[in-house]
């Protein structure tokens, strides 16, 4: 009887010495060295994994942090400049400052002033509708509405308004991972500075038909008669293929080229009243 | 025998309501644009400027690249622009815009309506005219027929097979050339042979054309080699893949042309413009096609200049009707519905479709009831709830695996899906993207 006992301890223990023995080798064989900082850099991430810094996730942006000596091109759009530099921090490295960007929908052609010319009952997609034909109104630059911007957001920060019919950005959850810009067919998003109090001018239109094909598809499009350009102190407007386009670095806001546009293609956004028609009023 | 291709296929109807109408050659129209791009491949490269004078027949936009072929005036006049312009899909692409003022012919084609039956060119010299006279394929892919007719190294064709199902709805252009142009057709057959070597050809015709088949059997007989396959009625057997399988029991094999099973596939409007281009040296100005539709007051088939304008040709059939819901660019099945009517027409138009406003709009889409009716009619055997679904989700390796590229675009699932769901809509898209990924992997 004891020596079933005996012989089943002496068994087992040579079983589990033996079995120690193989996963220490293996483990030491096949040990993976990750650099703590990974999971460090990882921390301060806001682990959207959104995939607006061209890498696949959070994780795989913190190993190129923590690989790259230079890590001034890599930027995540989401972070704050704060958890960017206590990243810089943990990694000694040095850290260009990035200004914060938000999405800006260039088309302002509501259902008032471009007129729908046909029905499309097709797929809703926006990428379908582009590739079929130019839309429902004449415009073959403008918003079909369809709201493929707005599927792809992952921070909920556009939606469709109902009463235009154009997708508007939320400034304050716009993290300007650039999602909508690529799922866009018409490249009609772009991402620009964001200045104080969320204050915005540039051209709501990226129509580069010439002026009068332009004005005949949409009221508000941009006709390219160059009266901003003019009227800019800062040479930040520069006029190509019958469109102005704003510089955002360059515009100081200085809300002179608005009033000039005869077909109302600049807006200004989130400014106070003007003083000439608030007395006006 | 009847035969027919053994997997899927659907049965819409037909509305050939201009089977009758003999091809009427439509007036000279007082300007044309022709698009620089109506050919699948490299767009031709303009010759002419503003202001320039040209004759009919002249080339004015040249090959430009291996896949790509020439094209020429239609009419006699001024190059009043060559500049961006509408196209069928509203957007602005090139094209040249000719006035037309009379109608001179370049030197040396051959007007006349004699028959030449002697042929005295050889196959290199048959290859060359083709392209030199610009001719695509006209069923409708317009793929340059030059290539299709040299034939690869180390691949042999053994048999031609010629098009002339015509399983389009309401289409009649190719049953009234069968008809009327029957001679010629059988000439530029045997053109056709000759450039390939081959000794045989098949013509495939539908049985619901029986006077086409008898007129072409009859003439058939004097030629040797040729021979008339009666087919069943089934869409879509008017494709390249499905109408070699109908008639002679082959599978082209995915991804590869019928050239890879021993035989080339050309269209009766293309055998005809071969006649034309190489017996009587006259380059593809012109193509014969439909105007039909429902409530149109005379549905006909018109011998159209090319780059002739939409409303020019529904003028000359009657006029827009009240009740017109869409213009189609093509058949029921294939074509594309048009912006507006002021577009030309290119070479692969086959017909010009108007539809009333009651059959102009979609059903409305519903969730997908896993009846698998679109598989079991698809006939390459694909499953396109499948594709529809992973491209909707952007499972675009999934999209690849599940073969989309093997799709024909022959729309057999939105027609039959009873839920109305938009599935081709979203194949082309899984298509283009797939093909755009793959051509990424391959840089």
């Known amino acids: 009887m004891s020596d079933i006992v005996i012989n089943s301890i002496i068994t087992v223990s040579a079983m589990g010495t033996a079995a120690a023995v193989i996963l220490f080798l293996v483990a030491r064989k096949f040990n993976v060295v990750e650099d703590p900082r990974i999971d460090q850099v990882e921390e301060e991430l806001p682990a959207a994994n959104c995939g607006g810094c061209g890498l696949p996730g959070c994780r795989a942006f913190a190993e190129a942090l923590v690989r790259a000596d230079d890590i001034s091109d890599l930027k995540c759009p989401v972070s704050s400049s704060e958890a960017m530099s206590r990243i810089a921090v943990i990694l000694g490295k040095e850290i260009a400052e990035q200004d914060p960007l938000v999405a800006v929908v260039r088309c302002a052609g509501t259902p008032d002033q471009r007129s729908k010319t046909s029905i499309y009952d097709g797929a809703l997609s926006c990428t379908i509708e582009s590739s079929l034909y130019t839309g429902e109104s004449d415009c073959p630059y403008g918003c079909l509405g369809l709201g493929e911007c707005v599927e792809v957001c992952r921070f909920d920060a556009i939606f469709m308004n109902p009463e235009t019919m154009l997708p508007e950005v939320i400034d304050d959850l716009c993290t300007a991972c650039n999602a909508c810009v690529v799922a866009c067919p018409r490249d009609i998003i772009e991402l620009r500075k964001k200045n104080k109090k969320d204050r915005k001018i540039f051209v709501a239109c990226i129509n580069q038909e010439k002026g009068g094909v332009a004005r005949k598809s949409c009221k508000v499009a941009c006709i390219g008669c160059g009266k901003c350009l003019k009227a800019c102190k800062f040479e930040a407007i520069t006029l190509e293929n019958n469109l102005a386009y704003i510089d955002p670095v360059k515009c100081r806001l200085c809300r002179k080229c608005p009033p000039e546009c005869p077909t109302n293609a600049i807006p200004e956004i989130n400014f106070p009243e003007r003083k000439a028609a608030a007395e006006a009023s | ?443």
């Not at chain 2, 056709?192 to 619901?208: D, F, H, Q, W, Y």
């Not at chain 2, 027409?345 to 896993?370: A, F, Q």
């Not at chain 2, 390796?397 to 009873?418: F, H, Q, T």
């Open chain 2, 1 to 443: 025998m009847i035969q027919t291709f053994p997997k899927g296929g659907i049965h819409p109807a037909e509305d050939k309501f201009a089977a009758g109408i003999p091809i009427r050659v439509l007036p000279l129209p007082k300007t044309v644009n022709i698009p620089v791009s109506q050919h699948i491949g490299a767009p031709s490269e303009p010759l002419v400027a503003k202001g320039d004078k040209v004759k009919t027949g002249q080339l004015i936009a040249k090959s430009n690249g291996f896949v790509s072929t020439n094209i020429h005036s239609s009419v006699t006049g001024t190059v009043t622009k060559v500049d961006k312009m509408m196209d069928s899909s509203g957007y602005k692409r090139m094209a040249i815009s000719i006035d037309a003022e009379e109608d001179q012919w370049e030197e040396g084609i051959d007007t006349s309506k004699t028959l030449n039956r002697k042929i005295s060119a050889t196959g290199d010299e048959i290859i060359r005219k083709i392209l030199d006279a610009g001719i695509v394929g006209l069923g409708g892919a317009t793929f340059p027929s030059h290539i299709k007719l040299s034939v690869p190294r180390g691949k042999k064709a053994e048999v031609l097979i010629i098009n002339g199902v015509e399983c389009e709805p309401c289409l009649t252009s190719d049953h009234r050339l069968m008809l009327e142009k029957g001679e010629e057709l059988m000439v530029g057959i045997q053109l056709l042979m000759k450039a390939l070597n081959v000794k045989r050809a098949l013509i495939g015709i539908e049985n619901n054309k029986p006077d086409a088949i008898r007129h072409l059997s009859s003439l058939a007989s004097d030629y040797e080699g040729t021979e008339v396959k009666t087919l069943q009625i089934k869409y879509p057997q008017g494709a390249e893949k499905q109408l070699v399988k109908a008639l002679i029991k082959r599978e082209v094999p995915s991804g590869k042309l019928p050239i890879d099973v021993g035989t080339v596939v050309h269209n009766i409007g293309t055998a005809f413009a071969v006649y034309e281009a190489v017996q009587k040296n006259k380059p593809l100005i012109e193509r014969v096609i439909t105007v039909t539709g429902k409530k149109i007051e005379s549905p006909s088939n018109f011998m159209v200049r090319i780059g002739t304008l939409v409303s020019d040709l529904v003028e000359a059939a009657g006029g827009l009707p009240d009740d017109t819901g869409k213009i189609i660019n093509g058949g029921p099945m294939m074509g594309k519905a048009l912006k507006t009517a002021d577009v030309p027409v290119t070479k692969g138009t086959s017909g010009i479709l108007i539809v009333p406003s009651d059959e102009s709009r979609r059903k409305p889409v519903l969730n997908c009831v896993r009846c698998a009716k679109c598989v079991s009619i698809c006939p390459m055997g694909l499953e396109p709830y499948l594709l529809q679904a992973a491209t909707e989700f952007k499972k675009w390796d999934l999209v690849e695996n599940e073969r989309a590229l093997d799709c024909m675009e022959c729309g057999s699932c939105s027609y039959i899906c009873p839920s109305g769901r938009p599935l081709l809509d979203y194949i082309r898209l899984g298509k283009s993207t797939v093909s755009k990924i793959i051509r990424s992997r391959k840089q």
